[in-house]
């Protein structure tokens, strides 16, 4: 949905008037001061869902009254063909479904079948299904909710809710590329209509509750987070495979998803106004899973829709520095206890480095006020006390998780392998969602210690104290978790650098050295590599104690991913959503 600024929540009247309103209940001021009916408020999710229809036809008229003559008359022309191929009763052969499109040639008076021609969403749906979704993973790696999709698809109507907004998703994703770029335009169609079901949707008793229902809003807050990724900032698809993919931590985010429509949103706007708006659908996520209550999250579907939930509101709190405790209790008290898996705990043990950023930001960003002593140890604590419980993580991962060195690019000159290997360092996972979640932890990791250096470079400790070595180990724990971040960009993007989701055969990527790289494991990598790695890129891209060299490969990293998936954003915009953190003693 394009964001249209800040909606306004005053009465209905004062919006007509253009003048504040101080939304006073049941009546405002300033209708009782000039003796006006107070027509009342919108609903909450009214100003959510807003109806762009006539926004769009407006548009659509502008660009046509720019459109020639010549391009007016053909298009009248081909719509009175068209009726006149619906007045003798043939139809007109856009309509014909794609299993039988036949084409009628005039000039030789008799019908000829030609190849099926599918339509475009229908062409990107199956795209995306065998890309992305039918992709085989690892089952303990599951917190996203694509691999819920097919099962909810194929028992739905073309038209139905979730349909349209699987429809309006894939060609978002399919148009990556330059020879499928229209398929953005069409994509937003599609989003609209979408959009204006999901309104009639949760507003109906029955509806509101199916499955299908929290699907579609968690792919069109999919939808939006590569929207707004490729046109202003970049997320999701981590979560949603997410990334992501929905998460992987540009704002993304009904949990790293806009929510009730747009999940939790990753980085999407100003700092002020994301908190603003992000802050609204993320009530409007947890209020959806509420709504729907335990008895409608007992099966396994069900409880893997409620995870993904859980787990782009947590990111979406990291990413706003927001209290995760104000909404934990109620997606806890609807999840199932008995579903957990070492992607679900990572999301569990980095909750509370939302609530230790909530708590440190305010103090270390007040400009007006240098914390006291006392309080810098408290976030030194708190900090530790967190780092601890993420950093338990990796002992609850299975063995098969642990990653392999490969030297299969050791063969490409020197020059070549520079631009796609940093320092000879190229390692190989189970699968690209094994690695996601990998770089999920380190990511985490990295948050955790950027918090100790600004907290120390406040204290100024003695070099050979307790906290002068603290110092130095976090510096090492950075340099670590940016070396394990850099080892996955050949596994995740090996050697691509062309536009769009598809696989080349002239594509190399790391393999053991016995077996060559399974198709599977190609198709996720081209499709959803990039999208996994941005988040992590940004956040290792922020350490300033790194080796010499290391960060503006990074930075080279993040410019092919963006020129892979043509998000449309400048390299210094991409990095700056996240504060440079402080690296006392390494000045």
């Known amino acids: 949905m394009v964001y249209g600024g800040k909606p306004s929540t005053g009465c209905k009247n004062c919006r007509r008037r253009k003048i504040k309103c101080d939304e006073q209940r049941p009546a405002c001021a300033q209708c009782t001061s000039t003796d006006r009916v107070c027509p009342g408020y919108a609903h909450l999710f009214d100003l959510v869902l807003r109806d762009q229809t006539e926004a769009v036809t ?199 998803i806009s929510t009730f429509i747009l999940t939790v949103s990753k980085r999407v706007l100003a700092t002020s106004e994301a908190t603003q708006i992000s802050g609204v659908h993320d009530t409007g996520a947890v209020a959806l899973v509420k709504h729907r209550g335990k008895e409608n999250g007992k099966s396994e579907l069900s409880a893997r829709l409620l995870l993904a939930v859980q787990t782009q509101v947590v990111d979406h709190c990291i990413q706003t520095a927001s209290p995760f405790a104000k909404t934990s209790a109620d997606l806890d008290s609807l999840r199932p206890t008995t579903f957990d898996n070492a992607a679900s705990r990572l999301t569990s043990l980095s909750a509370r480095l939302s609530d230790l950023m909530a708590f440190a930001n305010p103090l270390l960003r007040n400009f007006k006020e240098f914390p006291s002593h006392d309080q810098l140890m408290g976030i030194l604590d708190f900090a530790t006390s967190v780092e601890a419980q993420v950093s338990s993580w990796p002992s609850f991962v299975p063995a098969d998780w642990a990653w392999r060195p490969s030297h299969s690019f050791d063969s490409l000159p020197s020059h070549e392998r520079k631009l796609y290997v940093y320092n000879r360092r190229v390692d190989i996972y189970h699968d690209i969602w094994v690695a996601n979640i990998w770089n999920s932890y380190r990511s985490a990791m990295l948050m955790i210690q950027y918090l100790i250096l600004q907290t120390l470079a406040f204290l100024n400790p003695d070099p050979i104290s307790p906290l002068g070595h603290r110092i130095v180990t976090a510096i090492l724990k950075v340099q670590e978790m940016c070396d394990d971040i850099c080892g996955t960009v050949p596994f995740n993007l090996g050697t691509k650098t062309y536009g769009g989701a598809s696989d080349k055969a002239e594509t190399k990527y790391p393999d053991d050295g016995i077996h060559k790289p399974s198709s599977d494991y190609r198709k996720s990598a081209a499709g959803l590599g990039g999208w996994f790695l941005m988040e992590p890129l940004k956040t290792a891209a922020k350490a300033i104690c790194l080796r010499e060299g290391q960060q503006d490969w990074i930075l080279r990293q993040i410019e092919r991913i963006q020129r892979i998936y043509t998000i449309r954003k400048p390299i210094e915009a991409a990095v700056a959503d996240m504060p440079s953190p402080s690296c006392p003693g390494g000045r």
């Not at 995306?128 to 089952?139: A, E, G, K, Q």
């Not at 998703?169 to 953005?184: C, V």
């Not at 929207?227 to 202003?232: D, M, P």
């Open 58 to 256: 407006q548009k659509a008229q502008r660009k046509r009254r720019r459109e020639p003559a010549s391009a007016r008359g053909a298009a009248t022309a081909a719509e009175q063909g068209k009726t006149a191929a619906q007045s003798s009763g043939q139809p007109p052969e856009g309509n014909l479904p794609p299993s039988s499109a036949i084409a009628t040639t005039a000039t030789s008076g008799f019908s000829l079948p030609r190849s099926f021609q599918e339509p475009p969403e229908q062409r990107a749906v199956n795209a995306f299904i065998t890309n992305y979704v039918l992709i085989p993973r690892h089952p303990y790696s599951r917190r996203g909710y694509l691999d819920c999709l097919l099962p909810l698809y194929q028992n739905t109507r073309h038209d139905s809710l979730l349909s349209l907004a699987t429809a309006a998703m894939a060609l978002a994703i399919e148009g990556g590329s330059p020879s499928t770029e229209h398929y953005r335009q069409l994509s937003r169609s599609y989003f609209g209509k979408a959009l204006l079901k999901t309104s009639k949707a949760i507003r109906d008793p029955i509806e509101s509750v199916k499955d299908e229902t929290l699907m579609a809003v968690l792919l069109l807050s999919f939808y939006e987070s590569t929207r707004r990724e490729s046109t202003k900032s970049m997320y999701a698809l981590q979560n949603a495979e997410p990334i992501f993919p929905l998460s992987h931590s540009p704002l993304s985010y009904l949990g790293r």
